[in-house]
């Protein structure tokens, strides 16, 4: 399928549920700090890997992807009413951790500059 398009579907999606986290969805255990990071759709448009950064405990990032998994039928059904495809991906939501290894690596390099000043 047409590389173009494929990124296109991947950008509407994450739009479409950043506007859901805000709007739409009123589970509880969805953390108001929720954000979608990115959204990959398979080539045959079969699925949606979205991963989503959670700011707070783990426990809150446990919960938010509960939250979001069992609203699955609830995004799907919002998706397939503003995007015109054949069948709606369906969707594998993940959590995002590159925010904190980012976090832990910028921790290490502060670290051995302390140590080199020393």
């Not at 980012?102 to 670290?111: A, C, H, N, P, T």
Request: charged fraction near 35%; charge should be neutral; hydrophobic fraction near 35%.
């Amino acid at each position: 399928m047409n590389n173009r398009r494929i990124q296109r579907i991947s950008q509407e999606i994450k739009k479409i549920i950043s506007n859901l986290l805000i709007d739409g969805i009123k589970d509880p255990r969805i953390s108001k700090m929720t954000s979608i990071t990115s959204v990959k759709v398979s080539n045959d448009l079969s699925y949606a890997d979205i991963y989503i950064s959670v700011l707070g405990r783990e426990s809150e990032k446990e919960e938010s992807l509960d939250g979001l998994k069992k609203a699955k039928g609830y995004i799907k059904k919002e998706i397939g009413s503003k995007i015109d495809l054949r069948h709606v991906p369906e969707l594998r939501f993940h959590l995002d951790d590159t925010l904190d290894h980012g976090m832990k690596i910028d921790e290490i390099l502060r670290q051995i500059k302390e140590e080199n000043l020393d």
